[in-house]
């Protein structure tokens, strides 16, 4: 088994051990690596039924099956970990140099348990895992805790990731961030690691990484790359996926003030293209990566001069319409406070989102709100706003908890508007507009994600009726499903699967060239099919029943606002129609669940005896 | 006429790709420690890659104890006698660009040669960005007084 290494890194915080862990090649074919590798060690090694801030918690991190190679846009990391904003599973994806490195490092995953008594953090120095106190570093912004965390170490290879201030206070949506802006983002993994007193993993891997064929392998890869600078990859390079704001305006379907309307009139100064023209300084890439899709923007007059962030179109969405604001310089100015005070920029923004819309209604006051008026559109309440949620300061403590357990505590109506599923805020898809997509969100194991889904593919090219719903959208769902599970396993950003003429194919040579392993086209499909019911599993065990499966009322309660699909209506019967057909295309129960038949199908039997135990 | 790598930080992204590419064409191996161009991330927004200059009387050369290292007066690539180096680490020291390695397992530098006998040096087929390439310092003027003149243009057009 080249490409991998076949070891998991496991620490015990608690009592401050470490030990490797040999995996079997046949497991490891299971599950590949990245997102199902970390999932199944994240059900292996979680305490069924824990609180997600306490010790029984795991988090697991798995790189993918060609982290370390030449093969582009495969330098990923999934972190698993029982999520703080939903309760279920929290697994979240970042890239760049930490992945390769860990990888070079000499290992395929990391399993962290227990709770470190003091601050702590990691140095995994290729074979040496090193626990080292954190005191110093406890209160630092991410960027500074890399940089402070590089200087002690004293080697520039070093490479870090990290929670900021907000993971410390435990904010339900934290994010885990490496690599100076690149963020394991969504479902509050950073959270957990601060529950733990674990401040941030540093990894020296300065190994080589041994493939079965390197001559083919990186012919493959010269290929791949090269394709990757056409019409495919042009949106990434070009504008970055902010380009979506005009598209997604054009259609109606761009959420505007928390969803209240699908059209935003201040998006031409919000677009990609004026982003373009007047805040961006540079293009960059992760690393690995052939395609470059990372915009850094700079403020460079006024109230948020200096401000700098790179801006992709969720962050935009989230921190710009969904609050009302139309202004590029505060939307930099809020993506940079996030990054640096380790917050996921969308969970942030349509959190802030729901509390405008309170204040608006009077449901908050100002006597709430420490006097902020959190009108939609007012970007100076928006940023306050962010330190305080960071610092759980004031009214930030009760936003800190996530729009599903604000709207909770306070209640009055304000559950209704509360954009999210399972408690993870929605991205930036009107989804009475994009009817599969509405399904691939309910449904959707972390909750509300376009990119676990990929759902909206079918919708946005056409392929079926956007606006209608029938009977068979549930395995168009599915298929969607799978084939993130699968690109998301072997680690390949999802950017770059246009540059595929038959992905399948295609993988299964980039596999067997690395990993010396044979993977045939159905066995690759089939580890999607796996990791998604792995993923449900864990729900199902962590407390999951149907009702979780649907979405905030305001979507099917009101028709669509805005444009030119103005009064498409997404009906609670059209919803339930579509999940029905899914679970019967999953091969599930009625009620969702995983007959015992279906995971032996998968090869996942021991989960029924261990359910059993 | 001297030839050498070149970098144009306005296209190169920070991918890395180039010190794979180096890595491998070196040593056989996907060993990133082993590059001899290094991909250097300054500030999130200046990135560009480095290798050697082959600067006219290169410090490295004279700083050497054992003449070990050499210049070849057609092509100014340094070489390296292994036999003589004993790794004492004073080129890399020397060197005003940080570009000689001394690899752990080795007792003798490295440093980049062009990938003399190869059709172009892998880090510049390798470049997904066309920003690596192997110019001359003619080369590099003419280059640089177009962008200058093309920026001017634009300029007036706009007026």
């Not at chain 1, 908050?364 to 949620?389: C, K, P, Q, V, Y």
């Not at chain 1, 930036?428 to 972390?446: F, H, I, Q, S």
Request: hydrophobic share 35%.
């Amino acid at each position: 088994m080249y490409s991998y290494t076949g070891r998991v890194l496991h620490v015990e915080l608690s009592r401050r051990e470490s030990h490797v862990e040999v995996l079997d090649p046949d497991f490891v074919q299971e599950y590949l690596g990245g997102a199902g590798l970390a999932t199944r060690l994240l059900v292996d090694n979680a305490e069924p039924g824990c609180d997600p801030l306490g010790e029984g918690n795991a988090v697991a991190i798995a790189v993918g099956a060609l982290a370390g190679t030449m093969v582009p846009c495969s330098g990923k990391h999934a972190v698993a970990a029982k999520s703080p904003l939903t309760g279920f599973i929290g697994d979240s994806l970042s890239s760049s140099y930490w992945s390769h490195t860990l990888r070079r490092a000499g290992y395929d995953a990391m399993v962290i348990k227990g709770k470190a008594a003091e601050p702590t953090y990691l140095f995994v120095d290729n074979e040496h895992a090193l626990f080292r106190s954190a005191d110093a570093l406890w209160g630092k912004e991410s960027f500074a805790t890399e940089e402070a965390i590089r200087a002690e170490i004293g080697d520039g290879r070093v490479r870090v990731a990290c929670i900021g201030v907000a993971g410390e206070k435990q904010v339900s949506y934290a994010c885990v961030g490496n690599d100076r802006g690149r963020q394991a983002g969504r479902t509050g993994v950073g959270a957990v690691w601060g529950s733990k007193n674990l401040k941030a993993i540093a990894v020296r891997g300065t190994k080589p990484v041994a493939v079965a064929d390197l001559e083919g392998l990186n012919k493959l890869s010269l290929d791949l790359a090269k394709g990757a600078q056409g019409l495919p990859t042009a949106k990434y390079r070009i504008t970055g996926t902010a380009g979506n704001v005009l598209t997604l305006n054009r259609l109606g379907l761009l959420p505007t003030r928390n969803f209240r309307n699908s059209v935003f009139e201040g998006a031409e100064e919000i677009s990609g293209e004026f982003m373009q023209a007047n805040f961006k300084e540079k293009t960059v890439a992760c690393s690995g990566c052939p395609i470059a899709c990372e915009q850094v923007t700079r403020v460079r007059e006024g109230l948020y001069e200096g401000a700098r962030a790179s801006i992709d179109y969720e962050t935009l969405y989230a921190l710009g319409p969904c609050c009302g604001i139309g202004d590029f310089k505060p939307i930099i100015k809020a993506a940079d406070l996030c990054d640096r005070y380790g917050l996921d920029t969308m969970s942030t923004g349509v959190t802030i989102a729901w509390a405008m819309e309170c204040y608006e209604r009077g449901i908050l006051t100002a006597s709430d709100t420490d006097g902020l008026e959190l009108n939609f559109g007012n970007h100076e309440a928006s940023i306050a706003l962010i330190e305080r949620i960071a610092l759980r300061e004031g009214i930030g403590d009760l936003l800190a908890k996530g729009s599903k357990r604000a709207s909770e505590q306070i209640g009055q109506g304000s559950e209704t508007f509360a954009m999210h599923v399972k408690g993870l805020e929605l991205p930036g898809y009107e989804p009475r507009g994009l009817k599969t997509y509405a399904l691939g969100l309910a449904v959707g194991t972390r909750g509300a994600c376009h990119n676990r889904s990929l759902a909206y593919e079918p919708d946005m090219k056409g392929q079926v009726d956007r606006l209608t719903v029938e009977k068979g959208r549930g395995s168009i769902a599915m298929e969607c499903e799978d084939l993130a599970a699968t690109l998301d396993c072997l680690m390949f950003c999802k950017f770059i699967r246009g540059c595929f003429n038959d992905f399948h194919e295609e993988a299964v040579e980039f596999y067997r060239l690395a990993t010396g392993l044979d993977l045939t086209t159905e066995d690759l499909k089939q580890v999607g099919e796996r990791v998604c019911n792995l993923k449900k599993y864990f729900n199902i065990r962590e407390g999951w029943t149907k009702e979780a499966d649907w979405l905030p009322a305001r979507l099917l309660e009101d028709p669509l606002p805005d444009g030119g699909d103005q009064g498409t209506t997404l009906t609670p019967e059209e919803l339930r129609l579509m999940i029905d057909d899914y679970y019967a295309a999953r091969g599930w129960t009625e009620d969702g669940l995983i007959p015992a038949e279906k995971l032996a199908e998968l090869g996942l039997e021991d989960l029924t005896q261990k359910a059993r135990q | 006429m001297k030839q050498f790598i070149v970098c144009d930080p306005n296209k190169c992204v920070g991918c890395q790709i180039c010190e794979l590419a180096c890595a491998v064409e070196k040593t056989g191996h996907l060993d990133i420690a082993r590059t001899r161009i290094f991909n250097i991330r300054v500030d999130p927004s200046l990135v560009m890659s480095v290798t050697c200059r082959l600067c006219e009387s290169p410090t490295c050369v004279a700083s050497c104890p054992r003449e070990a290292l050499s210049q070849d007066p057609e092509t100014g690539i340094i070489h390296i006698d292994e036999e003589a180096c004993v790794g004492c680490g004073w080129c890399v020291e020397a060197c005003e660009f940080g570009v000689i390695i001394q690899d752990a397992e080795k007792t003798t530098v490295e440093i980049c040669d062009l990938c003399v006998g190869r059709s172009i040096p892998a880090c510049v087929e390798y470049c997904p960005k066309e920003a690596l390439s192997v110019s001359t310092p003619v080369q590099i003027g003419q280059q640089t007084r177009k962008e200058v003149l093309g920026e001017l243009l634009q300029e007036l057009i706009k007026a």
